[in-house]
């Protein structure tokens, strides 16, 4: 087996990994060491130009008013339910069928998750699933846009309205996204991205950022972040450390320009998946005009062996998630809960790779071997 380090791209004797997120920054390589070079010239590393610029940058993408860059994507869901008024002894209804951090930041801020499920087609928040679980205890309503399918946000905020709820959308897999030509981000009374290295906007480190159009929730976010202080470093509430940094903010305003050629590339890449499946025994990701796939998964029975057979015979590496929902997790268990279509879908989603750099040229292959090992393991 080989052993050639990831920068050197994708050996065709070797296993096909799922993602390469190591390629994207070879590609930019140049770009990206100009920028840290500047900021190494400056000297300055944090809460500087380039934070600032790239705040103004992913704003303009996004259409959006006001973006705070911060640590993380976690600590992006945390400041954002503080400034949204989440506090402890309310409840927030979000979904299962997500990573744990976004029941983390509910419970970090003091509130309780409550989970309802997904809707089988676009995955994400079931609209009537939601409704049913607003108690007088909800303070707010938390979707996820899964694999970059963005959620059912007009139905959503429907209900939040009714409601008087506020809704913050996590958009850690939905850079890019849109909804009629109006991109996730904007589509709730703030978002929360995670510039996670294997995001679909991927710093070299940990960064995030909340975007909202309600300039005094964007201004509390920036306290939140910097302990608290106004502009003349007086702490007037609590807050903690929790900036993106000057390197990682040069690094993501060299990526951004691409990201919208990332997101084509990935939906080519969806379309021949969709051709080359098609009639095959598996349920498809929706086809969704405004998905930015940062996964590729079906569903099938007998995930776990189909998965196996693609690795050891065919060599090509898949992933899976979630296999658990969050509310099958030891901490955030609830006695009792069934959330049926995300505990199917936790045995049966199968993400195939989609990172352009790892699939482009090979998704007939890799799609003749998941049809191949579904028909072995039957
Ligand atoms: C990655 C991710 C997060 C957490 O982001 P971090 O930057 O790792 O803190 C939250 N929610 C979802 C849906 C994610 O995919």
């Known amino acids: 087996m080989s052993s050639r380090p990831d920068h050197q791209g994708p050996d065709r004797d070797a296993l096909m990994p799922l993602a390469l997120p190591g390629l994207r920054f070879a590609e930019h390589r140049t770009a990206i060491e100009q920028a840290i070079a500047r900021v190494f010239a400056?000297?300055?590393?944090?809460?500087?130009?380039?934070?600032?610029?790239?705040?103004?940058?992913?704003?303009?993408?996004?259409?959006?008013?006001?973006?705070?860059?911060?640590?993380?994507?976690?600590?992006?869901?945390?400041?954002?339910?503080?400034?949204?008024?989440?506090?402890?002894?309310?409840?927030?209804?979000?979904?299962?069928?997500?990573?744990?951090?976004?029941?983390?930041?509910?419970?970090?801020?003091?509130?309780?998750?409550?989970?309802?499920?997904?809707?089988?087609?676009?995955?994400?928040?079931?609209?009537?699933?939601?409704?049913?679980?607003?108690?007088?205890?909800?303070?707010?309503?938390?979707?996820?846009?899964?694999?970059?399918?963005?959620?059912?946000?007009?139905?959503?905020?429907?209900?939040?309205?009714?409601?008087?709820?506020?809704?913050?959308?996590?958009?850690?897999?939905?850079?890019?996204?849109?909804?009629?030509?109006?991109?996730?981000?904007?589509?709730?009374?703030?978002?929360?991205?995670?510039?996670?290295?294997?995001?679909?906007?991927?710093?070299?480190?940990?960064?995030?950022?909340?975007?909202?159009?309600?300039?005094?929730?964007?201004?509390?976010v920036r306290r939140l972040r910097n302990y608290g202080f106004d502009d003349t470093a007086r702490a007037i509430e609590l807050g903690t450390n929790g900036r993106l940094d000057e390197l990682q903010a040069a690094i993501l305003r060299v990526l951004l320009p691409d990201l919208d050629r990332q997101i084509s590339r990935r939906r080519a890449l969806a379309a021949q998946y969709r051709e080359h499946l098609n009639g095959a025994p598996l349920e498809l990701p929706l086809a969704h005009d405004g998905a930015v796939y940062y996964q590729f998964a079906i569903a099938l029975d007998q995930r776990d062996q189909v998965r196996q057979r693609l690795r050891t015979r065919h060599r090509i590496d898949t992933g899976v998630h979630f296999e658990l929902g969050v509310h099958q997790h030891p901490h955030f268990a609830r006695p009792g809960l069934v959330l049926s279509v995300t505990e199917r879908l936790g045995r049966q989603l199968l993400s195939l790779p989609i990172q352009p750099e790892v699939a482009e040229g090979r998704v007939s292959e890799i799609a003749e071997a998941v049809i191949e090992s579904i028909r072995e393991c039957r």
């Open 42 to 220: 400056r000297g300055k590393f944090i809460l500087g130009e380039e934070v600032a610029a790239f705040e103004a940058e992913f704003a303009q993408y996004l259409d959006a008013r006001h973006v705070v860059a911060v640590g993380s994507g976690t600590q992006a869901l945390c400041f954002a339910l503080l400034a949204l008024g989440v506090k402890p002894g309310d409840e927030v209804v979000t979904v299962a069928m997500t990573f744990a951090a976004t029941a983390a930041a509910i419970e970090l801020v003091g509130a309780r998750p409550v989970f309802v499920d997904v809707d089988p087609v676009t995955r994400c928040m079931h609209p009537r699933a939601l409704e049913a679980a607003i108690g007088l205890a909800t303070a707010a309503i938390l979707p996820v846009d899964l694999h970059g399918c963005p959620a059912d946000m007009d139905a959503i905020n429907d209900v939040a309205r009714r409601h008087g709820l506020a809704v913050l959308a996590d958009c850690a897999q939905s850079h890019g996204a849109s909804i009629g030509g109006r991109r996730t981000g904007t589509l709730a009374d703030a978002s929360a991205f995670s510039f996670y290295p294997t995001k679909l906007l991927g710093a070299a480190g940990d960064g995030g950022a909340v975007v909202t159009n309600d300039a005094a929730l964007a201004e509390r």
